[in-house]
């Protein structure tokens, strides 16, 4: 979510030319600018943690390559007022080391996402194939799950078959549940679907960041006569 970056950049023809309540404006301007920017992203990051909803239970399992449980994946989520005064930033970095399923919960699998990050521009034209700002997850749908796994009614329960007559089924370690029965491969039925969270967050925090900052140069400025 980029921000707009508010500078002056005056040249007087002649010394003392700008008053010193047109230079208190400016300066009023860009004080509520910095602080319109932080709102914004924070009400970017509370609408993210409010879009997210974790789909798996909180006893789930932790899988391997993720320092956190689903669950938690929401309040590892923060929108910032960028160190340099021109945007507001996704952690992405810390998302991509810390979390990097984040991806497939924002867009879903068997899908394609073109990141645009504030203040720089992708290439035109058509992305080349492992572009960094490209994000391919592929399908989930009918590949078989692991040997190892198996459903059950908790971590160390019993052992339910798969079936369609049973919601919300989770899977856990086959060796850790009661009455195993045999082997029967599980294959996905469907796809992850994007929750959005982050566009969601982006797109809010700078509804609000638009709004802010158009009052306030509203405020600064309204009615005054373009002269010094």
Request: hydrophobic share 30%; charged share 25%; net charge positive.
């Amino acid at each position: 979510m980029a921000g707009i970056k508010l500078t002056t950049n005056m040249t007087q023809a002649t010394p003392g030319m700008f008053s010193s309540k047109m230079t208190d404006r400016t300066k009023r301007l860009i004080d509520a600018e910095n602080s319109d920017r932080r709102a914004a992203a924070k009400t970017a990051t509370k609408t993210s943690a409010a879009t997210f909803k974790a789909k798996r239970p909180v006893n789930s399992p932790k899988r391997p390559g993720r320092r956190f449980a689903d669950g938690k994946l929401a309040r590892h989520v923060k929108w910032s007022a960028s160190p340099s005064g021109s945007m507001v930033e996704l952690n992405v970095k810390t998302l991509d080391r810390q979390a990097p399923h984040w991806i497939i919960q924002e867009i879903g699998t068997n899908q394609r996402a073109t990141l645009k990050m504030g203040g720089s521009k992708n290439p035109q034209g058509r992305s080349k194939s492992g572009s960094s700002y490209v994000k391919t997850i592929r399908s989930q749908k009918g590949r078989r799950i692991s040997a190892g796994l198996a459903f059950g009614s908790r971590p160390s329960g019993k052992y339910t078959p798969p079936t369609r007559k049973i919601s919300n089924q989770q899977l856990y370690p086959r060796k850790n549940l009661k009455g195993g029965g045999p082997f029967r491969p599980i294959f996905i039925r469907k796809e992850i679907e994007g929750q959005h969270f982050v566009r969601d967050g982006a797109k809010t925090g700078f509804q609000e960041y638009r709004t802010s900052v158009r009052a306030a140069a509203r405020a600064a400025f309204a009615g005054q006569p373009y002269r010094p």
